[in-house]
């Protein structure tokens, strides 16, 4: 197993309800409406080791690597990463776990029984019934306890109960006949069974006749399973999003509302994610990953900058293949000692799965809805093939390393001559209540853009050259059971590397939240996040010395030459509630809405309300 050392007054329903409802009815009433734009629960610690925990991630999804694509498999069209998939997995890894030396002196109660009657802790010497069960225990060894060590010698017994019980002990006698041991057998005992396999003749031939049609049941699912080491974990999600009417001030931005928004219409998509996870030992796995979907809230009008505002309102489990199958992670998992572990892999590596997440809710399939609030952008840097490492310092210390080229099979950009994203991670459990994580990345992009994904994601001109640092950390504190406190913060500075060109571009980002675990019933979740997408707060590019290409300047603004130096005009605030209802283990609905005021860092526009119904079946 890839583990190592795990360490561990508003109604907010009723909101949530009301605004989605008018928002999908205004939606398919309104006139306008037809103008024609995929992841520690509570379950899962924090500091549990991230290249386990992102097994069955919705991964970082990106289009399949080909040479003639290198402009655009650089950027993820879905930033989300991990799912209730990797929750499924991690199950059956920690049932699948080799057994630690301290557990090898604990009797195993369920496959051993016991060896000795005192080791049922509500026996005593006193109980009428001891000597009787000293006797079976000590003399044939044909009693069990319960896991917790108990016989619950009070508790009502069926007659098939009762029989189960017999027929072990006939087992243990005729093992101890068969090794010609008979005289060790009282033949008083002896008559006894022969009375007791009289009266429960009906009872024991039906238990045996259970076992027979259940080891050939057995032999039939053997002989017809897909892999003796292979097993399938999927992700399936159903989403029913729109916004309401709006129009931005964006063209140009003069404190006028000049751009309406051209993608309000009611839409239905899914994203399906499935994984084949492959355990060759309980040190290594290799994994599998397929992907699906026609999922998208996206703009596609350029001529009025409306697509400037898809990175704002995108939404977590957003996927658009074209309904195609696309290959997600095929990565190769295993242990180097007992506090390290490896990752390497031809795609699906980046810092997303490497990388532990604080944020223990963190999922497109369970956690928030929008792509902002999954995880600190920085984060986002997409990878494809490479290496990353994930080691335990210590109970509360662990240091994650990745490399990951985007074009790696390309001739002409390879692992070291093309786009990469390198980084580390330090992740801290000072207490049982408290998660940090400090972070520092590394980027090199062909396209003028963070790939992240997320807020202000175009930084300068088509095909420019960026070598980028990003600097960042989350944290989290469980307040109680049921309330988690959490933040991040997030800073980006990229220089040119074009011929020509000169300058650089920051960009800022941050967010606070609040989650509600079991939030009026057991396996809910409610949530608050808000927060500033990243924000480009300075940009002075040049081309032969003279400002040019820099973004905020080159949407258009009143009184600033196109291309001049300087930041964004305003800030754009995120504020997102949502609330997830699960249905059974297996299925959950989560509604949901999004304001987001002053979008495209920019005053004078409407804000933006995004309602959405998200769906997710898990298996």
């Given at each position: 197993?890839?583990?190592?050392?795990?360490?561990?007054?508003?109604?907010?329903?009723?909101?949530?309800?009301?605004?989605?409802?008018?928002?999908?009815?205004?939606?398919?009433?309104?006139?306008?409406?037809?103008?024609?734009?995929?992841?520690?629960?509570?379950?899962?610690?924090?500091?549990?080791?991230?290249?386990?925990?992102?097994?069955?991630?919705?991964?970082?999804?990106?289009?399949?690597?080909?040479?003639?694509?290198?402009?655009?498999?650089?950027?993820?069209?879905?930033?989300?990463?991990?799912?209730?998939?990797?929750?499924?997995?991690?199950?059956?890894?920690?049932?699948?776990?080799?057994?630690?030396?301290?557990?090898?002196?604990?009797?195993?109660?369920?496959?051993?029984?016991?060896?000795?009657?005192?080791?049922?802790?509500?026996?005593?010497?006193?109980?009428?019934?001891?000597?009787?069960?000293?006797?079976?225990?000590?003399?044939?060894?044909?009693?069990?306890?319960?896991?917790?060590?108990?016989?619950?010698?009070?508790?009502?017994?069926?007659?098939?109960?009762?029989?189960?019980?017999?027929?072990?002990?006939?087992?243990?006698?005729?093992?101890?006949?068969?090794?010609?041991?008979?005289?060790?057998?009282?033949?008083?005992?002896?008559?006894?069974?022969?009375?007791?396999?009289?009266?429960?003749?009906?009872?024991?031939?039906?238990?045996?006749?259970?076992?027979?049609?259940?080891?050939?049941?057995?032999?039939?699912?053997?002989?017809?399973?897909?892999?003796?080491?292979?097993?399938?974990?999927?992700?399936?999600?159903?989403?029913?999003?729109?916004?309401?009417?709006?129009?931005?001030?964006?063209?140009?931005?003069?404190?006028?509302?000049?751009?309406?928004?051209?993608?309000?219409?009611?839409?239905?998509?899914?994203?399906?994610?499935?994984?084949?996870?492959?355990?060759?030992?309980?040190?290594?796995?290799?994994?599998?990953?397929?992907?699906?979907?026609?999922?998208?809230?996206?703009?596609?009008?350029?001529?009025?900058?409306?697509?400037?505002?898809?990175?704002?309102?995108?939404?977590?489990?957003?996927?658009?293949?074209?309904?195609?199958?696309?290959?997600?992670?095929?990565?190769?998992?295993?242990?180097?000692?007992?506090?390290?572990?490896?990752?390497?892999?031809?795609?699906?590596?980046?810092?997303?799965?490497?990388?532990?997440?604080?944020?223990?809710?963190?999922?497109?399939?369970?956690?928030?809805?929008?792509?902002?609030?999954?995880?600190?952008?920085?984060?986002?840097?997409?990878?494809?093939?490479?290496?990353?490492?994930?080691?335990?310092?210590?109970?509360?210390?662990?240091?994650?390393?990745?490399?990951?080229?985007?074009?790696?099979?390309?001739?002409?950009?390879?692992?070291?001559?093309?786009?990469?994203?390198?980084?580390?991670?330090?992740?801290?459990?000072?207490?049982?209540?408290?998660?940090?994580?400090?972070?520092?990345?590394?980027?090199?992009?062909?396209?003028?853009?963070?790939?992240?994904?997320?807020?202000?994601?175009?930084?300068?001109?088509?095909?420019?050259?960026?070598?980028?640092?990003?600097?960042?950390?989350?944290?989290?504190?469980?307040?109680?059971?049921?309330?988690?406190?959490?933040?991040?913060?997030?800073?980006?500075?990229?220089?040119?590397?074009?011929?020509?060109?000169?300058g650089s571009v920051d960009t800022f980002n941050w967010m606070a939240f609040l989650n509600f675990p079991d939030l009026f019933a057991e396996g809910n979740l409610g949530g608050i996040y808000v927060g500033q997408p990243p924000k480009i707060t300075s940009s002075n590019l040049t081309q032969n010395g003279v400002p040019a290409f820099n973004i905020p300047?080159?949407?258009?603004?009143?009184?600033?030459?196109?291309?001049?130096?300087?930041?964004?005009?305003?800030?754009?605030?995120?504020?997102?509630?949502?609330?997830?209802?699960?249905?059974?283990?297996?299925?959950?609905?989560?509604?949901?809405?999004?304001?987001?005021?002053?979008?495209?860092?920019?005053?004078?526009?409407?804000?933006?309300?995004?309602?959405a119904i998200r769906t997710t079946f898990t298996f």
């Open positions: 197993m890839l583990k190592i050392k795990p360490k561990a007054s508003i109604n907010l329903v009723a909101l949530t309800a009301t605004t989605i409802s008018s928002t999908l009815i205004l939606s398919a009433l309104h006139p306008n409406y037809a103008q024609a734009e995929v992841q520690k629960e509570a379950a899962i610690a924090s500091n549990e080791s991230e290249l386990v925990r992102s097994i069955g991630y919705d991964p970082m999804i990106m289009p399949t690597t080909t040479a003639n694509q290198s402009q655009t498999l650089q950027s993820p069209t879905n930033p989300s990463t991990d799912s209730e998939v990797i929750r499924a997995i991690n199950t059956e890894l920690v049932q699948s776990k080799p057994v630690k030396t301290s557990d090898r002196t604990k009797p195993n109660l369920n496959a051993q029984g016991v060896t000795s009657v005192s080791q049922l802790s509500d026996v005593r010497p006193t109980d009428w019934a001891f000597t009787a069960l000293q006797s079976l225990v000590e003399r044939y060894g044909c009693i069990a306890g319960y896991p917790d060590s108990t016989f619950r010698g009070r508790q009502a017994t069926s007659r098939y109960e009762f029989a189960a019980g017999l027929n072990a002990c006939l087992d243990k006698i005729n093992e101890i006949i068969s090794a010609g041991l008979a005289d060790k057998v009282s033949q008083e005992d002896l008559a006894t069974l022969k009375k007791l396999q009289e009266e429960f003749a009906a009872e024991l031939a039906t238990l045996r006749g259970r076992v027979d049609a259940l080891e050939a049941k057995t032999a039939k699912l053997e002989a017809q399973q897909f892999s003796t080491t292979t097993k399938l974990f999927g992700q399936a999600i159903f989403g029913l999003q729109s916004r309401l009417p709006n129009t931005g001030n964006l063209t140009p931005r003069d404190g006028t509302r000049n751009t309406v928004d051209d993608a309000t219409n009611l839409t239905f998509g899914y994203n399906l994610q499935l994984s084949l996870v492959t355990q060759f030992d309980n040190r290594s796995l290799l994994l599998t990953g397929i992907q699906a979907g026609n999922a998208s809230t996206a703009s596609t009008l350029f001529a009025n900058n409306n697509f400037l505002t898809n990175t704002y309102t995108r939404l977590g489990y957003e996927l658009d293949t074209a309904n195609s199958i696309q290959l997600s992670d095929l990565s190769y998992r295993f242990l180097v000692g007992d506090n390290l572990a490896v990752i390497v892999g031809a795609a699906g590596v980046a810092p997303s799965s490497v990388f532990r997440g604080p944020n223990r809710y963190e999922s497109a399939g369970q956690g928030a809805l929008s792509a902002f609030a999954q995880r600190n952008p920085i984060l986002n840097f997409p990878g494809q093939a490479g290496i990353g490492f994930d080691w335990q310092i210590s109970d509360n210390i662990s240091l994650q390393g990745v490399y990951a080229a985007a074009l790696a099979s390309d001739p002409n950009n390879g692992l070291t001559g093309g786009p990469f994203t390198a980084g580390v991670q330090l992740a801290l459990t000072p207490s049982d209540a408290i998660d940090l994580a400090l972070y520092y990345l590394n980027s090199y992009t062909t396209n003028a853009s963070l790939n992240t994904g997320v807020g202000d994601n175009l930084i300068g001109p088509i095909a420019g050259r960026f070598s980028t640092n990003a600097f960042g950390g989350t944290a989290t504190w469980r307040i109680s059971p049921q309330i988690t406190l959490g933040g991040w913060a997030g800073y980006t500075t990229s220089a040119t590397r074009d011929a020509g060109l000169g300047s080159a949407i258009g603004l009143a009184g600033v030459a196109p291309g001049d130096f300087g930041g964004q005009p305003a800030s754009t605030t995120h504020l997102e509630l949502f609330y997830r209802m699960r249905l059974n283990d297996n299925i959950s609905i989560t509604p949901g809405v999004l304001f987001i005021f002053n979008p495209v860092q920019t005053s004078g526009s409407d804000t933006i309300t995004v309602g």
